[in-house]
């Protein structure tokens, strides 16, 4: 219940983006709680509408629901379940349209501390399809989908966060961490 109430909020705040702090039986601390500060809010909302998409924000240092971002934008092709617990979030979705008999599954795990904000994540599932999320999702035209073929591994610095995607076995795999080189910190934004 109390994710389908987190899930209500967050979108009743994408669509008065212009006041985020005016909505029924929410005050200023229980925004902060769920959403960061304002200028959080803000500078994750601004890198929102500048994205293709209109799904991208940083992760590290951000509150956990910042990841329905995410889960949103895996929807369009994948069938999405949120699954957070006590101290992370777990994605998991499923393809929906599949030319093998097991439909591929994406998974994200991502731990938060104390005040829920993320810590790091990691995203795994077939190499096409965490190619593809890997280019498209953080916006990196400059990478070629062959270029990611050839298993090398990969590391672009993103505002806070450092996106990577490395290979074990046949595998690759996305990480988020914080990019301790970051013009800016999500964890020390106007705490």
């Not at 329905?68 to 979030?89: G, H, I, R």
Request: aromatic share 12%; net charge neutral; charged share 20%.
């Amino acid at each position: 219940m109390k994710t389908l109430t987190i899930i209500f909020l967050f979108l009743a705040i994408q669509a008065n983006a212009q006041k985020p702090w005016i909505i029924k039986e929410m005050d200023s601390t229980e925004f902060v709680e769920q959403f960061g500060t304002i200028e959080q809010y803000n500078y994750q909302k601004d890198l929102e509408r500048k994205s293709s998409h209109k799904m991208l924000c940083l992760w590290t240092g951000a509150k956990a629901i910042w990841l329905y971002n995410f889960a949103m934008y895996l929807d369009k092709d994948y069938s999405v379940q949120w699954e957070p617990t006590d101290n992370e979030v777990v994605i998991v979705a499923t393809a929906r349209v599949s030319t093998t008999a097991t439909p591929p599954v994406i998974r994200l795990v991502a731990p938060f501390n104390e005040k829920e904000q993320i810590m790091s994540a990691l995203v795994t599932g077939p190499a096409d399809d965490i190619i593809k999320i890997f280019v498209n999702y953080w916006q990196l035209s400059e990478l070629s989908y062959n270029d990611l073929k050839s298993k090398k591994a990969v590391v672009k610095n993103f505002v806070s966060d450092k996106v990577s995607i490395a290979w074990v076995a046949d595998q690759p795999t996305i990480s988020v961490s914080k990019n301790k080189n970051a013009p800016l910190d999500l964890f020390t934004l106007n705490k």
